[in-house]
């Protein structure tokens, strides 16, 4: 079974640059979540969709911050524009479990450094 | 804060050591989980262990659970380098949405 892809894996950028995230779920996991991992800290989620709609997007910074799920499979999210405190790890995860309390199925994620 | 708090913050053993470390949470959770999070493969799911659960056991792994201190352990017996890792636990104060800990970072030496 293939695992939850992500791209870039990396990425470095100037502040107040714009940059997105891809993300492609394991396939018929209609639950996925968007974590920002600073470094030293556990994984904080940002959004997480229930096929293409919104389940939870409290913590995300919503001035700079957007994402979406179109069709209920890939999602992107984009950061603009992006701060030196926006630089962290950021996790894709997907999961069977309707509710977002069960297992979670995480991609590699995609290293950001804003200089 | 976060809701659920690792303790400690870093361990080093030796191999063939058992490693305990535990996580406090705040409010009422349905289930909590432990996680593993390596440089070669990323965050991975080890155990789910529900409310109504005092001890879940997976290989080498054994996870208690105890609602009325709202606390929980995981054990890591005869550790082996390749368990050098950060290990996270993740409960559902919500009911639906994981909240991570600030994570245990564990060195075994060889």
């Known amino acids: 079974e293939a695992g939850v892809a992500q791209s870039p894996r990396y990425k470095i950028i100037e502040k107040r640059q714009s940059v997105a995230f891809w993300c492609n779920p394991i396939s018929g996991h209609a639950t996925l979540y968007w974590y920002q991992q600073i470094l030293g800290q556990g994984p904080k989620l940002l959004i997480q969709f229930q096929n293409n709609g919104v389940v939870d997007d409290s913590q995300l910074p919503k001035d700079r911050f957007s994402a979406e799920r179109l069709k209920g499979v890939d999602s992107t999210l984009k950061i603009q524009p992006a701060k030196l405190e926006d630089s962290a790890v950021y996790l894709c995860?997907?999961?069977?479990?309707?509710?977002?309390?069960?297992?979670?199925?995480f991609g590699p994620g995609t290293r950001l450094t804003v200089t | 804060s976060q809701q659920g708090e690792e303790d400690p913050q870093a361990l080093s053993i030796q191999e063939g050591e058992n490693a305990t470390m535990n996580c406090s949470y705040k409010?009422?959770?349905?289930?909590l989980q432990w996680y593993r999070q390596n440089s070669g493969r990323g965050l991975v799911h080890l155990i789910l262990?529900?409310?109504?659960?005092r001890e879940k056991h997976s290989g080498r792994l054994r996870v208690t659970l105890d609602t009325s201190k709202k606390s929980s352990s995981l054990l890591i017996t005869a550790s082996r380098a390749a368990d050098t890792a950060s290990y996270f636990c993740a409960t559902d104060p919500a009911g639906n949405m994981l909240t991570f800990g600030g994570g245990t970072r564990l060195m075994v030496k060889p």
């Open positions: 409010t009422s959770i349905n289930n």
């Open positions: 262990i529900r409310s109504n659960e």
């Open positions: 995860a997907s999961s069977l479990d309707l509710s977002g309390a069960g297992e979670q199925y």
